[in-house]
């Protein structure tokens, strides 16, 4: 069985990052959508809200599933009995970060491999921070998000 963990803050979960999993979704048998928390990194969504927003995003996708860690992807993707990190790529400027990323899970465990899916083009300018910036300014997010995710925004931002 082919299974893919893709890794990620989804702080929130948007429109860029369910193209990738709606595709990766038909390349592996499972694919494991996983929240990485990182105490270092201040999050707007609690790490429970993330994985609630991303379980409803993903409900029609009978083969993926939904986690959150703490620590190494490696160490997380290998619990999991998975052979691959799935990943997206944007712009250049994804790609130092990623190659760091990749080659360091190489030297990590080997015998995993990190596999990069090039964004759709019209998802290409889209990432959860822009989507708090825009949404923080009271600005439409509505093309970037779903629904579900333009109500939690609203209410983190305005309903205090
Ligand atoms: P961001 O906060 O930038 O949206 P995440 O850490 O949540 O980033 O992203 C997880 C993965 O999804 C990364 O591999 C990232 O490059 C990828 N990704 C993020 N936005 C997009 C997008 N618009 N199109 C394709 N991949 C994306």
Partial sequence: MRIAVYP?????????HLDIIERASTLFDKLV?????????K???TREERVKMLNEAVS???NVQVASFTGLTVNFTLKQQAQVV????RA???????FVFALTNKKLAPELETVYLMTRAE????????????ASYGGC??????SMVVEKLHKKYYDN
């Fill in 8 to 16: 990620g803050s989804f702080d929130p979960v948007h429109y860029g």
């Fill in 60 to 62: 029609a996708y009978a």
């Fill in 123 to 134: 998802y290409s300018f889209i990432s959860s921070s822009t989507v708090k910036e825009v």
């Fill in 33 to 41: 959508v996983a929240v990485v928390t990182n105490p270092k990194k």
């Fill in 86 to 89: 799935v990943r997206g790529l």
């Fill in 43 to 45: 999050a707007l969504f």
């Fill in 141 to 146: 997010v509505k093309e970037m998000v779903p």
């Fill in 92 to 98: 250049i400027t994804d790609f130092d970060g990623e």
